[in-house]
């Protein structure tokens, strides 16, 4: 199966700053099926992104996915408050389907 | 707008088994594949289990293979998760989970879950 290794596992930021999120594959994806997902404390996770730079309808465009083969990057640009939460990659392309361990963004 | 309800969670000892199942609506049930994650307590994401529209393929996650049977009824609009030989670090929230499309998507609308706990 696929190892998705999310780095750093927390990230310490401000409100307007620009946060950068990685993910790692143990092979790479093929038609690049990674997606990102963000889940709030005691919310069920929301696709951000998917095909690893598609945006999911209503997601703001300070969300935005990059990378192909076996590296993957979510950046966001201007933090904004509603932002800090857990951050999950998952790749979709291969069976059976994984999950990165998560990044969490904190507010500094 | 879509609609995923779980429910069949509970209490269970070591070694039993329970079924789970999910009610869909909002969307048209036999086009889109459908799945299981599950989060345990303070954890990460964990993919569970896959099923295609008609319910032919199958897939699982390797620490659930063999233990967990996915199925659906698209007459009723309903998944569900048949689980047996649980072991302690089956506990967790069970969603039931869309895919974003017909073809090979991630996953898309999520339900609240139920909760799976697995104690003597």
């Known amino acids: 199966e696929i190892v998705l290794t999310q780095s750093p596992g927390t990230l310490s930021l401000s409100p307007g700053e620009r946060a950068t999120l990685s993910c790692r594959a143990s092979?790479?994806?093929?038609?690049?099926?990674l997606a990102w997902y963000q889940q709030r404390p005691g919310q069920a996770p929301r696709l951000l992104i998917y095909g690893a730079s598609s945006r999911a309808t209503g997601v703001p465009d300070r969300f935005t996915g990059s990378g192909l083969g076996t590296d993957f990057t979510l950046s966001i640009s201007r933090l904004d408050p509603e932002d800090f939460a857990m951050y999950y990659c998952h790749q979709y392309g291969s069976a059976p389907r994984t999950f990165g361990q998560g990044t969490k963004l904190e507010m500094k | 707008e879509v609609q995923l309800v779980e429910s069949g969670g509970g209490l269970v000892q070591p070694g039993g088994s329970l079924r789970l199942s999910c009610s869909a609506s909002?969307?048209?049930?036999?086009?889109?594949?459908m799945h299981w994650v599950r989060q345990a307590p303070g954890k990460g994401l964990e993919y569970v289990s896959s099923i295609s529209v008609g319910g032919r393929s199958t897939n699982y996650a390797h620490s659930v293979e063999g233990r967990f049977t996915i199925s659906r009824d698209n007459a009723k609009n309903s998944l569900y998760l048949q689980m047996t030989s649980l072991r302690t670090e089956d506990t967790a929230i069970y969603h039931c989970?869309?895919?974003?499309?017909?073809?090979?998507?991630?996953?898309?609308?999520w339900g609240q879950g139920t909760l799976v706990t697995v104690s003597s």
């Open positions: 989970v869309k895919s974003l499309s017909t073809v090979t998507s991630p996953f898309d609308s």
């Open positions: 092979q790479s994806l093929g038609s690049n099926y």
């Open positions: 909002g969307f048209i049930f036999t086009s889109f594949t």
